[in-house]
């Protein structure tokens, strides 16, 4: 994780789980004793946004940038104009979490200066699982339409093929295959392989050390 | 079927698409936006249509013209944008349309806020519209089971020529959970042989109308839709019941809040206590006789809402004073957690176990 750019795009289709990972991607940093900002980017979707637990997170000395004005009942586009702290900010190991589709991704375009090749990643969370990204020539196309939008390139590939707490070994290698197809057809890397801790004893070596395990922050205990 | 990831909203429209629904009227607000942005770009593709609509009360309307031409068509909004539809879900009671009107909740009254509630179910259960009528309300709990209900759904306003509403919240519209489709449509649906398709030259026309110009002839045309409502009553209850025969407590609660009720049952029976609960999926007609089989011995029931207490008044109804009644609620768009209905339980059954 270390090797990743200073700021890292996480970008996706929506509801691939860019914000869970982005989440738990900001809290490894953290471990690793890194000064982590989290910038929640987010103007698509109102519920299950990383700000959510912007609480827990900053416990843990992470920096999280939200909405411009506060409340959860907050149905406004209006992103916090501290984004460009984390960007200018050298210190700083920046996650910028992306609302999904390139619709989501229309936000980026204001940080465009700051999208040097060379100096960001731009990670494309997938998800084998949900309907619209199952098939390379699908996957293939979203990444061409968000990185029009965003005006910067993908630089690698999350497989985040799940089913919630329902996420099986097959789910992450099904993902996984599909990634390689991808892969081979963009010339992008696979990063990483997303899956449940619990997971993590279960799947083939082939995987290496691009095994990525997480927690569940954004689940509540009652839902699936 | 493999299961694929969807998120409640998106879920709707692909299980109306697959129970035959190709049309949709709507108008977007938060957190039922997907619906109209899933249909917009799905229908197309299997020859049907969307229109956004200029208002709620314009989309009801086009509903009641689609569905008297005999087409299974539907409409979503979240509850100020369900009030306005009133009007027109009156109309489509009193003239027989079958449709399905899918309310994803929010916090209220007025516009209130985005986040997830369940304080329309007077407005779904009363009639928020005008006259006698009543609606099949269904109230799923999760994803699944939304798109089982939307199935169903289409069949139930067939075949008893009914407006049918499922009523859900903003979390069941928001949250991504894991669902397949298997629809199986009935086989006793009666042809729509009272649609204004055109029935050919010298054959007497079909007329779709909620006016009634002689007093005498909308009190048989009442008469007529309260049968319906007794039919609707005697076959379509849905109920999920656990443990309730021999428990001390038993709760009650539908949708998302049933679900974290049975987080807090599961901590309690850990505990020692016996707590059960009943379910109810159908809202209207809502399931009585499940109330009237909790033995004499059991303490109490508890009703969980997010609201200030409006399905309360079913479960008393329900009861008729055998039992203690009790009460937990949020409101607003607070979502209540598992722990606040564990200490409400033991607050009522007391602490020794």
Redesign the interface.
Known sequence: MDKDKRIRIIIGHYGSGKTEFSVNYAVKLSQMGKKVALADLDVVNLYFRSREKAEILEDMGIKVIGGAIKGSGMDLPAISGEVLTPLQDKSYQAILDVGGNPQGARTLGRYHSYFKDGEYDMFFVLNANRPETQTVDQVEEYIVKIQDVARAKVTGIINNTHLLKSTSAEDVMRGYNLAKEVSTRTGLPIKYNVCLETLVDELPEELGDNVFPIKLYMREEWML | MT?????GNEAVG?AAIAAGCHYFFGYPI??QSEVPEYMSRELPKVGGAYVQAESEVAAINMVYGAAGSGARVMTSSSSPGIALKQEGISYCAGAELPCVIVDMMR?GPGLG???PAQGDYFLATRGGGNGDYRLIVLAPA?VQELVDLVMEGFDLADLYRTPVMILGD??IG?????VEFRYQPRTDLPDKDWATRGKGKGKQRNVINSLYLQAEELEKHNHKLQAKYAKIRENEKKVEEYNVEGADLVITAYGTTS??A??AITKLEKEGYKVGMIRPISLYPFPNEAFEKIGENCKGVLTVEMSTGQMIDDVKISLQGRIPTYFHGRSG?MVPE?EEIVEKVKEILGGDR
Request: glycine share 12%; net charge positive; no cysteine.
């Open positions: 299961k694929v990831l969807m998120k692909a938060t957190p916090g806020t985005i986040q999760d903003g979390m928001q949250m991504m959970e894991p679900r974290i049975k987080t768009g598992p």
